[in-house]
């Protein structure tokens, strides 16, 4: 399974697209499009929810 890295560009199953700012601490970081503040989630939530999107590098 692939591992989070900054700018990489996830969407989960309703086609939301977020952005990975970061990666501490078995815990993600992102901002959802649209959205100023970031969200922070564990890394097994994130990973459950999110599917990386191809080419999707910011």
């Known amino acids: ?7 990489d ?5 309703n086609g939301q ?3 990975v700012k ?5 815990r ?3 901002i959802r499009e649209g959205y100023s503040s970031e969200c922070v989630y564990p890394d097994s939530r ?3 929810e999110f599917i990386f999107m191809e080419g999707g590098h910011a």
Request: charged share 15%.
């Open 28 to 30: 993600i970081s992102f």
């Open 46 to 48: 994130f990973l459950a």
């Open 22 to 26: 970061s990666t501490a601490f078995n």
């Open 9 to 13: 560009r996830y969407q989960n199953k």
């Open 1 to 7: 399974m692939r591992q989070p890295q900054p700018n």
């Open 17 to 19: 697209r977020v952005t």
